[in-house]
């Protein structure tokens, strides 16, 4: 009965039904194959969506979307709460399609497909999706393939007016390799104070990265978070694709990660997650 209680609220967050509880008190539930067919059946059961929507909420950060992605709607008028759901409920779907399918759990970074309406379709440039219903489509862009391209993280991991290749660096690290860099510092400054003290402004989220690294202090967690997030640095702060940062500067995704291994951009990126399956396979478990 503890069993089915403890599988029950993993899966569903709610007690267990009669079925469950009928082969719990009969003490069957431990024999050969019934557990793990009362599991398939409860994950197929839109019941499961519970699990689904609290483990990404919390492994994924979904639960501050609405609280954190805030992004500066002068600088990104077409943005508005239908996105920001839209991006929720890509993720979710997405999740829960490997989830029920019983999929490599590696394709949550390399799966060639996702799950979107027109308005989000429209927002990644997507085209011939119509209408307000959520369905899977075929990614024809490498860049845009699994969690690394989907905008609900990297909306998260970015401020309202920029992107954060300190905040996407962080998360990758962390969420994906689970390898968190260490507290900053007290008294390190701010970003935006590097900048005040240069001869010439820096036009890039990258160059104002480099002033920062110029103090060893700094440099020597810098050098270990930026290189992921300088990866992602093509995808605008709402999940976008781009060429060149909002004031026309070109954009530099290339960079060295903590092991050596060269990046530039998010396929390679990915790729350098992906050569190293058992540490994205246990963060994940």
Not at 138 to 166: E, H, I
Not at 176 to 197: D, I, R, S, Y
Not at 263 to 273: D, E
């Amino acid at each position: 009965v503890e069993l089915a209680s403890r599988l029950s609220f993993f899966l569903w967050s709610s007690i267990p039904d009669q079925t469950l509880m009928d082969l719990a008190v009969a003490g069957k539930l431990r024999q050969a194959g019934v557990l793990a067919a009362q599991v398939r059946r409860m994950i197929a059961d839109e019941r499961a969506n519970a699990l689904v929507n609290n483990f990404v909420g919390q492994w994924l950060q979904l639960r501050n979307l609405e609280a954190k992605v805030q992004p500066d709607l002068l600088m990104f008028p077409d943005f508005d709460d239908n996105i920001r759901k839209s991006f929720r409920r890509e993720t979710e779907l997405f999740f829960g399609y490997i989830l029920r399918e019983n999929r490599s759990a590696l394709e949550l970074l390399s799966a060639d497909y996702t799950f979107v309406n027109e308005r989000l379709a429209r927002h990644y440039g997507i085209p011939g999706v119509y209408g307000t219903r959520f369905r899977q489509v075929k990614l024809t862009d490498p860049n845009r393939r699994g969690l690394l391209g989907q905008g609900s993280v990297l909306a998260l991991t970015s401020v309202a007016t920029r992107t954060s290749p300190v905040y996407r660096g962080k998360f990758v690290l962390a969420t994906f390799l689970n390898t968190p860099p260490p507290p900053p510092l007290p008294n390190v400054p701010a970003l935006e104070e590097a900048a005040k003290g240069a001869k010439t402004a820096p036009k890039t989220v990258r160059e104002t990265l480099e002033l920062h690294r110029s103090s060893p202090v700094c440099a020597s967690c810098h050098r270990i978070i930026d290189p992921p997030g300088f990866a992602l640095e093509n995808f605008n702060s709402v999940g976008q694709w781009r060429e060149k940062t909002e004031n026309g500067a070109a954009i530099d995704a290339a960079g060295v990660l903590a092991d050596g291994t060269k990046v530039n951009g998010p396929v390679a990126l990915r790729s350098a997650i992906l050569s190293r399956p058992k540490a994205f396979m246990t963060v994940l478990t």
